[in-house]
């Protein structure tokens, strides 16, 4: 048996990777540590919640009594996802960036320097590279130039994960990822933004002149790469991890309206945002050389399967949205709980 820490496995990247995991590693063991702030949604992992090799524990990365109880019983890896995520987000309130993208990977770190926990891998951005000129393309040895608070608190994590591999020699990997997207993503972002809007009949929201470009990725893909890296990937290092497609995000939406059979009447050009980077692009060769990891999903396909998705999980979405989504684990768990309660203990 193989046991895994995963910290934000109720977030969109994070509940993907649970379900891959538990699919394709029979003998997983997974704990989820997930403080379930409001992107953090339990119905996410709904399938997976009575299976008996998963556990959920709810709490805060930052909590460093919790983390050495959780590293004290042994793991022979943890994951770390739990983040801020959201580029507006940190521009209007950087704090709970900094305190969970940099004191909350610190506290994970030290908990895993302290306890029997074997390789840790930091799951990170291709933002911390800032904006790519023209006809290049980030390797891992791109210098950092974050832009955002946001991509400021993700850099500064991953130095610090780097920083105890250099000095403590702690087995520690990061993976710098593009933009994902796929099915149980926040709609926030802007894939499922676009298509909830739409199936709401909104106006569609676009920054500035439309042209920035991002590198885009399934989250399967994604999700597949960092089990790869974590089982084969060496120590110490950087990978970044991409699906090798770099589309406008006016393209993106063009696309998102075709599929649903709609005019581009219904974009709404706004005002861009401070910072925002005009084009993301990382070389992601390394990480096929050393894990031999591949995409399969190419960006049509992966675009046309999550509007379907959330044309078919439309109640997902909408409890979202209203904010539902965050009585889940009152309900689950309070039904369990209640369960026990009432189940007379064996004489």
């Known amino acids: ?10 977030g969109f990247i994070g509940s993907n990777f649970i379900r ?5 590693r029979p003998d997983a063991q997974v704990v989820n540590l997930d403080l379930l702030t409001y992107a953090g949604n339990l119905s996410n992992l709904e399938d ?17 009594v919790l983390m050495d109880e959780l590293c004290a019983d042994g793991f022979d890896a943890l994951v770390h996802f ?21 004191q909350g990977t610190q506290a994970v770190l030290e908990a895993a320097r302290c306890n029997p926990v074997g390789r840790v891998l930091v799951v990170s951005t291709d933002e911390v590279y800032g904006s ?39 087995p520690v990997i990061v993976t710098r990822c593009g933009n994902n997207y796929g099915p ?12 909830t809007n739409v199936l709401r009949g909104l106006e569609l929201p676009l920054y500035g002149d439309g042209l920035n470009v991002r590198n885009w990725i399934h989250v399967e893909d994604h999700c597949a790469a960092i089990l790869a890296v974590l089982e084969r990937g060496h120590l110490g290092e950087i990978y970044n991890v991409s699906g090798g497609v770099e589309v406008t995000n006016r393209d ?18 706004v005002a861009d945002r401070p910072g925002h980077d005009r084009r993301y692009a990382i070389d992601a060769n390394k990480v096929t050389r050393h894990t031999e990891w591949i995409p399969r999903w190419s960006f049509e396909r992966g675009l046309q399967t999550t509007v379907s998705w959330y044309i078919e999980h439309q109640a ?17 768990y309070g039904e369990r709980l209640l369960r026990a309660v009432r189940t007379p203990r064996p004489s």
Not at 48 to 64: H, T
Not at 144 to 163: I, W
Not at 184 to 195: G, S, Y
Not at 318 to 328: A, D, K, M, N
Request: hydrophobic content about 40%; proline content about 6%.
């Open 1 to 10: 048996m193989t046991r895994y820490l995963v910290t934000g496995g109720a």
């Open 48 to 64: 997976v919640a009575e299976d008996k090799r998963y556990r959920l524990v709810r709490g805060d990365v930052c909590d460093r």
């Open 316 to 332: 997902w979405w909408q409890s979202v949205l209203t904010g539902e989504h965050q009585s889940f684990y009152d309900r689950l």
């Open 184 to 195: 149980f993503q926040f709609p926030e972002k802007l894939i499922p933004l676009m298509i």
């Open 252 to 269: 993106v939406l063009s696309i998102i309206l075709r599929a649903l059979g709609k005019d581009e009447s219904s974009i709404l050009y």
């Open 82 to 102: 739990a983040a801020e995520s959201h580029v507006d987000r940190s521009i209007n309130g950087p704090d709970p960036f900094l305190r969970t993208n940099v």
């Open 20 to 24: 891959g995991l538990l699919n394709a």
């Open 132 to 170: 790519i000129p023209p006809g290049q393309q980030a390797s891992e040895d791109w210098p950092a130039k974050p832009t955002s608070p946001y991509s400021a608190s993700k850099a500064a994590g991953d130095l610090f994960a780097l920083a105890y591999f250099g000095t403590y020699e702690l």
